[in-house]
């Protein structure tokens, strides 16, 4: 998974980006709230692990905001010292999905991580529709205007992250990220595979629902509207 860390202890954010990285996560750091509030909003994140008590917004500020701002949901379990019941139902209330208080053990963080995550996928309807485009992630299949799409595996991911994203842009770096992780190919294959994408999912078609975002990414778009 690509997760988000917001955490102003530095000894215990190296600790757990250390121990979640050998368990095969990628993760981003931010040190404070109003940065992590901006990573979280700019990029794609499988899951955020917030601190409660941070300099600039805190935890709950944070979440709240980002329940409000996001275009989509981001599952978020918060690290806190604080343990009170009333603390937790705040947690909650502000749109948390778990909570973990410290200190903890780095390995009932990453199962907490693990559960969060299939527990947000079952709650998830695995059906997408945007204007023509239905994706089926349970069964892999995409389908335009009623016509089944004979996508390539990559371009199938591709397809879906862009649709689970949708309306936000997705960055090449995210993308790529999402696709091979830390061992991206040394040739351009995310152009080649986008190239594959368009000739099923629009050129067929009578107007394009894969746009690219120049400088920045790509996103899809449900109608002929310009970009």
């Known amino acids: ?3 988000l860390l917001i955490e102003d202890q530095t000894a215990l954010a190296a600790n757990v980006m ?14 404070n709230g109003i940065r992590g509030l901006q990573l979280a909003l700019a990029n794609y ?13 805190d935890g709950l500020q944070l979440c709240q905001q980002l329940r409000e701002r996001a275009s989509r949901y981001i599952p978020v379990l918060m690290l806190t010292a604080r343990d009170t ?11 948390a999905d778990d909570y ?6 780095l390995a009932e963080l990453a199962v907490r991580v693990q559960a969060l995550s299939r527990r947000h996928l079952v709650a998830t309807d695995h059906r997408l529709a945007i204007g023509e485009l239905t994706f089926d992630r349970q069964r892999q299949q995409a389908s335009r205007a009623g016509q089944l799409l004979e996508l390539h ?5 591709i397809l879906q992250l862009l649709a ?15 696709l091979w992780g830390d061992d991206p190919p ?13 000739q099923q999912l629009d050129k067929p078609f009578t107007f394009s629902m894969l746009h690219t975002v120049h400088g920045v990414g790509f996103k899809l778009m449900s109608g002929a509207d310009d970009d």
Do not use: N, W
């Open 1 to 3: 998974m690509h997760i």
């Open 18 to 31: 250390d121990y979640l990285t050998a368990q095969g996560h990628s993760l981003d750091y931010a040190d």
């Open 45 to 57: 994140y499988d899951l955020l692990i917030l601190d409660l008590s941070l300099p600039g917004l």
């Open 85 to 95: 019941l009333d603390d937790k139902l705040l947690g909650f209330g502000c749109g």
């Open 100 to 105: 973990l208080t410290k200190p903890f053990a």
């Open 153 to 157: 595996p990559i371009g199938m991911k």
């Open 164 to 178: 689970e994203a949708y309306p936000a842009v997705l960055s090449r770096s995210e993308l790529t990220a999402k």
């Open 186 to 198: 040394d040739s351009d294959a995310l152009r080649a595979h986008i190239y594959l994408l368009r």
